[in-house]
């Protein structure tokens, strides 16, 4: 089972798969958030002597997904779970299915790709408490009203703002047909 350590990172030993041989390495992982790595020993690194790196690393907003590997890829290996990144697949295999969920459930939440949410920014993102700055960059909302480009201003939550005047884009100039075109 995977566990956190004194400095918030999950911790534990799986088996990696060798690329070249095929035969699966018991290898101590360390899943770090904060550097943004998963990062694996050949033992524990309290055990190892001082200064020794890491055998792998894998940068954590590589991983595209991370699931259970299927019966038919490792027939005779259980508890196989498989790290999709960069065009590269890992193969790992955990001691039992609560090490497996609790693996597979930690990558994905660490690799997980969140985007905020429009009127969902934090006040210190927008750097100002109170009314939007002239170089304040302000949410809004770009509609075609009768073939009219109209820009909504939108409020923190996400709704349109009441008080705020439309304004129209400058309208196209009419299109003239080239000299060389002949009807």
Known sequence: MPYMDRFHRTCGF????????????????????????LVWYMDNPQNLPPNTGPVGSLKLTYISKVGTAPVKQKAKMTFCFVINALSQRYILQASDQEDLQGWVEALNAASKITVPRPGCTPLSETGSTGPAEKNTP?????????????????NQNGGECPDVKLTESVPHTSLQPSPSYIP
């Open 138 to 154: 302000v949410p809004y909302k770009m509609e075609i009203i009768g073939g009219v480009v109209v820009q909504t201003p939108l």
């Open 14 to 37: 799986l088996d990696i798969e060798d690329a070249q041989s095929g035969r699966f390495l018991r290898r101590y992982f360390i899943l770090d958030k904060q550097a943004n790595y």
